[in-house]
């Protein structure tokens, strides 16, 4: 971390934590954990959806590898769903004491551990699935265009890149909030 960075740190923590009153640190928590069950809420209705809509294809059309690729499409939208659980869900306070600003702290890492490794358990589990449909669409063409391999492999490469580094920045930002906090407890002997 550099000087600047600590300067930063030590203003927002000033800010944050010294200044505010705990009812606000504890509001500031709860929003924080509001925001991302609501998050959570939106992710699982979209792997509802995409189970749906590819287990409606799996039955439906014709080709084996576009059957394939749409069930293996459904277990990754389950598999995220699940992961999105384990690894987003409010943790438990061990102990009662706990203080709010240990559970806000707690909170944000357990988040930015998440978002951190969005590419392995968000992004690569869609990517056999996709892969097979893809291919299986190429298949059922008559001529493969340099146009339809584009759109057909570039556009979902761009959108995976974005999901990922989308992720990797909401992760160093909750970071910066967790040195914040760190910083703060230093330098008031905590």
């Not at 959570?40 to 209705?45: F, S």
């Amino acid at each position: 971390m550099t000087e600047t960075n600590l300067k930063s740190a030590w203003q927002a923590a000033q800010s944050e934590l010294e200044l505010m009153p705990l009812e606000a640190i504890h509001a500031r928590a709860e929003q924080f954990s509001n925001t991302i069950g609501k998050r959570n809420m939106r992710e699982y209705v979209a792997g509802f959806l995409v189970i749906l809509i590819f287990g409606i294809y799996a039955l439906t059309l014709p080709s084996m590898l576009l059957k394939a690729g749409s069930l293996l499409t459904c277990a990754a939208a389950a598999l995220v769903m699940w992961q999105l659980h384990m690894r987003t869900s409010r943790p438990q306070s061990a102990d009662a004491t706990e203080s709010v600003i240990d559970h806000y702290r707690q909170r944000l890492a357990t988040e930015r551990d998440a978002l951190a490794s969005v590419g392995w358990w968000y992004v690569a589990p869609f990517v056999p699935g996709f892969l097979l449909f893809s291919f299986g669409e190429m298949k059922e063409q008559d001529e493969v265009t340099m146009l339809s391999l584009l759109l057909q492999l570039g556009f979902p490469v761009i959108v995976f890149t974005g999901i990922l580094l989308l992720n990797l920045r909401g992760a160093r930002r909750l970071q910066r909030k967790i040195d914040a906090i760190d910083y703060a407890r230093s330098n008031s002997g905590q």
